[in-house]
Nanobody, 127 residues
Framework: QAQLVESGGGSVQPGGSLRLSCAASGSILDYYAIGWFRQAPGKEREGVGCITVRDGSTYYADSVKGRFTISRDNARNTVYLQMNSLKPEDTAVYYC????????????????????WGQGTQVTVSS
């Protein structure tokens, strides 16, 4: 059903930008929503934001709102996470995951209930 492959991670300076991609092996319309999560060393995985695939509505954690933007391209079966004004505290491994029925905070606050995850990509923000 679902194979999610992430790419685009790397090392950037504070204030810099980076765009992550989450490519699905099939149509992203098979999923109700796709979310982005991150995990820093020694910390729990947290929700960053998500997008409802059908209508494109988005949700963001307060820590990234105004700096990060999620979008999708149905033709490419890909969801993007555009990250601007990056801060050192954004350093983490970033993952995408798909939900078959939920979106918004119901999805972001219960990531362990999601069965479809990408492999993760490292984002490092330092001077």
């Amino acid at each position: 059903q679902a194979q999610l492959v992430e790419s685009g991670g790397g090392s950037v300076q504070p204030g810099g930008s980076l765009r992550l991609s989450c490519a699905a092996s099939g149509s992203i319309l098979d999923y109700y929503a796709i979310g982005w999560f991150r995990q820093a060393p020694g910390k729990e995985r947290e929700g960053v934001g998500c997008i409802t695939v059908r209508d494109g509505s988005t949700y963001y954690a307060d820590s990234v709102k105004g700096r990060f933007t999620i979008s999708r391209d149905n033709a490419r079966n890909t969801v993007y996470l555009q990250m601007n004004s990056l801060k050192p505290e954004d350093t983490a491994v970033y993952y995408c995951a798909a939900d078959l029925a939920r979106t918004g905070w119901a999805m972001l606050l219960s990531p362990t209930q999601l069965g479809y995850w990408g492999q993760g990509t490292q984002v490092t923000v330092s001077s």
